[in-house]
């Protein structure tokens, strides 16, 4: 089947803008996972979801920084009022459950200029 | 939270094994070790998770040392196109697992 997509793949931005990233897991995932990934630098955890339960936001960087699965498949990532310290690479992963083998999606990269 | 090191980067050339260490002094023991692989431009793709002594399969093998301080990814043979960033995680699925990546290796294969 497919795996999991991530739209749009690039998105630039101008300073203050609010940006929307979006997430479509693989079907039948109960464990939904944000990271953001710098340049040279490993993914970091932004958020966690069991289906359609925030289970743990502790990596989100700021309040501007929202996430949801409102039907426990498809996530937003929502970005208010963007900061040139917000472009990064935004990876979304699936897995079937908690602590199983994670699939990735392409990643969005954002630019905020 | 166990803290993975493993170095930074690496060097190798066609057809050689490569073995790539990470230390967890703390790992926990209901944790497993897993390892992804990341090329540029792509999200992370699963390797292998094992828990202790040898895991094997069409890719790769792990080594989990009995005190499972360590442990060490052994890719055969490789090729120039395993060059990519290889991350160590260590955690306990279920619960509250929070996947922690850190810089990862980055192995460069030379032809």
């Known amino acids: 089947g497919a795996g999991v997509s991530q739209s749009p793949r690039y998105k630039v931005a101008k300073r203050g803008q609010d940006v929307a990233l979006r997430c479509d897991p693989i079907s039948g995932h109960v464990s939904l996972f944000w990271y953001q990934q710098a340049l040279g630098q490993g993914p970091e955890f932004l958020t966690y979801f069991q289906n359609e339960a925030q289970l743990d936001k502790s990596g989100l960087p700021s309040d501007r920084f929202f996430a949801e699965r409102p039907e426990g498949s498809v996530s937003t990532l929502k970005i208010q009022r963007t900061q040139q310290e917000d472009s990064a690479v935004y990876l979304c992963?699936?897995?079937?459950?908690?602590?199983?083998?994670?699939?990735f999606g392409p990643g969005t990269r954002l630019t905020v200029t | 939270l166990a803290k993975t090191t493993q170095p930074i980067s690496m060097d190798s050339y066609e057809g050689q094994e490569v073995n790539i260490t990470c230390s967890h002094n703390?790992?926990?023991?209901?944790?497993?070790i897993t390892w992804y692989q990341q090329f540029p431009s792509q999200g992370p793709r699963f390797i292998i998770q094992g828990y202790k002594t040898k895991v094997t399969n069409e890719v790769a093998s792990l080594f989990i040392p009995a005190d499972r301080k360590s442990s060490t990814l052994s890719l055969p043979r490789v090729s120039l196109s395993d060059t990519a960033v290889y991350y160590c995680?260590?955690?306990?699925?279920?619960?509250?697992?929070?996947?922690?990546f850190g810089r990862g290796t980055s192995l460069i294969v030379h032809p």
């Open positions: 995680l260590v955690g306990e699925p279920g619960g509250s697992y929070i996947p922690t």
């Open positions: 703390n790992i926990a023991t209901n944790d497993y």
């Open positions: 992963a699936s897995s079937l459950e908690s602590g199983d083998e994670q699939y």
